[in-house]
Every structure is written in structure tokens, then in C-alpha cells.
Antibody, heavy 121, light 109 residues
């Protein structure tokens, strides 16, 4: 059974940093691209970033480019999102999502339950 | 960046009725790289349709997707009580920028 478990969310002040993690199990992690998708309270879904199976292809939404860094450790079956210079508008539930392909583009066939990031002073 | 516009924003229907949800793209979505998701309150989204018309594993055949180019449709042939939720479309033809539509809420009339 595919499982994606996010962690690392919490309350953080504007301008500070936070690192999210996603622990994957139930599939061969290094065969697939992975993504982060977020959802602000009461709002729709927003793709944040994606990374190919070997980290060779990476993409970011314009809203986070230059502030967020996605990475993965295939030996640990883990996906990460380093978030710097956080803003109030980054407040959201952050989902880890699996891609059905190895490339960095695609759709999302499995999702975690999300970790909540709140940016507030 | 491809912008996806979903309509209507809210659809009020009764169980047993047919639901037709629209997703329009600001430019052509290559190779019909469009997916649909269902999201219920407090839950993560669930993949329903990919490639515009292919049902994901375990999705009932009352859900169907169609369309190409800039116009796509999700149809639920007969609404079951568990189908009342928010539905999102997503394009993945514009690599590496992926985008979602704003969502359509299907509510009980």
C-alpha cells in the first residue's frame, strides 16, 4: 500500500524558514517523480514544486521560485521542501504527491494527508 | 502558464441526476494531458481521471472524462451521495509548470 506521510509543518514567523519532509513507503520511491502541492485555508489547490526520479529535472511555481528548494533522498525514501523567506501567503496545508512517471511533469496518483504551515507573527 | 477555468463554481443537483463539469484552458493542452480530482472536506484529493478520459484505478464507471485542446468535461452519470464534493482539473502538458483549475463544488440540492 502506497503511503506518503508529511511532517515538519507548524507556526513560523514571516521571513523565517521551515523544512518539510515526506516519508514514502509501499512503492519503489526512486522510480517516480514527486511533488509538493499546497492548499490555503478554504481555497483551491496550487502546485508548488516537482522533482524527477533522479533529481535531474526540477520545477517551481513562480510564487515560490527563489525561496523554496525541493530535494529528495532516494536512499531514505524521502522528499523534502526547504522553505525560506516565508510569507503570510505561504500559509497552507502542504501535500506530498506521487507522480506516476519518472519525469518531473505529470499528474498525482497518490497524496499524503498534508502538513499545515502557518506563517504569522 | 496555462490557466484553467472551471465552471460552474457550484452545481446544485439531487442524487441520481447527471453532473457536467467544465474545464477550459487558456491555451491548448498538449496530448490531452489533463486530470480530474475529487476532494471531500478534511481529505486529500483523489485522482479520478488522467489523460482527459482514462479512469484511475478503482474509480466507478459513472465518472467519465472527455475533451481535447482547450475544452474538457467531467461527467458523473448518476450522482451517488458520496459524490458530493469539490472537483478540480489539472493540466500537465506544460512542463514543468503544472496548474489546477479553481474547482467546482457539487452540492446537494
Amino acid at each position: 500500500e502506497v503511503q506518503l506521510v508529511e511532517s515538519g509543518g507548524g507556526l513560523v514567523q514571516p521571513g523565517r524558514s521551515l523544512r518539510l519532509s515526506c516519508a514514502a513507503s509501499g512503492f519503489t520511491f526512486d522510480d517516480y517523480a514527486m511533488h509538493w502541492v499546497r492548499q490555503a485555508p478554504g481555497k483551491g489547490l496550487e502546485w508548488v514544486s516537482g522533482i524527477s526520479w533522479n533529481s535531474g529535472s526540477i520545477g517551481y511555481a513562480d510564487s515560490v521560485k527563489g525561496r523554496f528548494t525541493i530535494s529528495r533522498d532516494n536512499a531514505k525514501n524521502s522528499l523534502y521542501l526547504q522553505m525560506n523567506s516565508l510569507r503570510a501567503e505561504d500559509t497552507a496545508l502542504y501535500y506530498c504527491a506521487k507522480n506516476p512517471y519518472y519525469g518531473a511533469t505529470g499528474y498525482f496518483d497518490y497524496w499524503g494527508q498534508g502538513t499545515l504551515v502557518t506563517v504569522s507573527s | 502558464e496555462i490557466v484553467l477555468t472551471q465552471s460552474p463554481g457550484t452545481l446544485s443537483l439531487s442524487p441520481g441526476e447527471r453532473a457536467t463539469l467544465s474545464c477550459r484552458a487558456s491555451q491548448s493542452v498538449s496530448s490531452s494531458y489533463l486530470a480530474w480530482y475529487q476532494q471531500k472536506p478534511g481529505q486529500a484529493p483523489r485522482l479520478l481521471i488522467y489523460g482527459a478520459s482514462s479512469r484511475a484505478t478503482g474509480i466507478p464507471d459513472r465518472f467519465s472524462g472527455s475533451g481535447s485542446g482547450t475544452d474538457f468535461t467531467l461527467t458523473i452519470s448518476r450522482l451517488e451521495p458520496e459524490d458530493f464534493a469539490v472537483y478540480y482539473c489539472q493540466q500537465y502538458g506544460s512542463s514543468p509548470k503544472l496548474t489546477f483549475g479553481g474547482g467546482t463544488k457539487v452540492e446537494i440540492k
